[in-house]
């Protein structure tokens, strides 16, 4: 098993039921892959590195950022609405994110690189959101792990549908990089925040396009 992303600290208790939902157990699992350095996708990967001395990998851009040693590159909140805002403060104080970790120790990999782990992810570098943003492509199963490279709800406005996400450093630029998606063939699109998308990447690039006032391609 390869876990994308580790979410915030208290989901380290749910990952066994999770795992046993699958037939699997913690000893299938070989790696953590970060789509990116943000406090509410490193969660846990710091204490299972410790624990269960599993490696912990993320774009070379982002290594910095998720060892606390640079600071978070985003550009302040942009258009908010209280209740969303509240509503997802609340939510991370109570899962542990004001007592996030960084991690220790990381390995990394550049734009392009198909990782030697189960399910083999294909790394496609998305700046914007911030510079080391990956997505990562499983052919085998036509899905695509976007992190925050897109989102499907926002946490600061409540609004749904694909859209760039809150909290991103160069918009402009996180627009131009979903160019590099979408001619991939994949169906089944899993962002950080918000459900699943199942109409393809391609709809969804040309979905946040339209909102954004540009034409499609």
Do not use: C
């Not at 690189?113 to 199963?141: C, K, M, Q, W």
Request: cysteine-free.
């Amino acid at each position: 098993m390869t876990i994308v992303d580790a979410g915030v600290p208290a989901y380290w208790k749910l990952l066994p039921a999770a795992l046993a939902g699958m037939g699997r157990t913690l000893e299938d699992v070989r790696a953590i892959i970060l789509t990116h350095g943000h406090s509410d996708h490193i969660g846990f990967a710091e204490r299972a590195r410790r624990e269960r001395d599993w490696p912990v990998w993320i774009h070379e851009l982002d290594a910095a950022l998720a060892r606390g040693e640079a600071p978070n590159p985003a550009q302040g909140l942009g258009r908010t609405r209280l209740r969303p805002v509240l509503s997802f403060l609340l939510w991370s104080a109570r899962r542990g994110a004001l007592r996030q970790m960084h991690v220790g120790e990381v390995s990394t990999f550049g734009d392009g690189a198909t990782l030697d782990l189960p399910g083999a992810p294909r790394v496609i570098n998305v700046p914007g959101h911030t510079p080391g943003s990956a997505a990562l492509y499983f052919e085998s199963r036509r899905a695509l792990i976007v992190g925050d490279a897109l989102a499907t709800y926002a946490v600061t406005t409540g609004e749904r549908g694909p859209q760039i996400a809150p909290f991103t450093a160069d918009a402009g630029q996180a627009l131009t990089s979903l160019s590099r998606l979408e001619g991939l063939d994949a169906i089944h699109v899993l962002p950080g925040h918000g459900p699943a998308w199942s109409e393809g990447i391609g709809a969804a690039v040309e979905r946040i396009r339209a909102a954004e006032g540009q034409p499609g391609r």
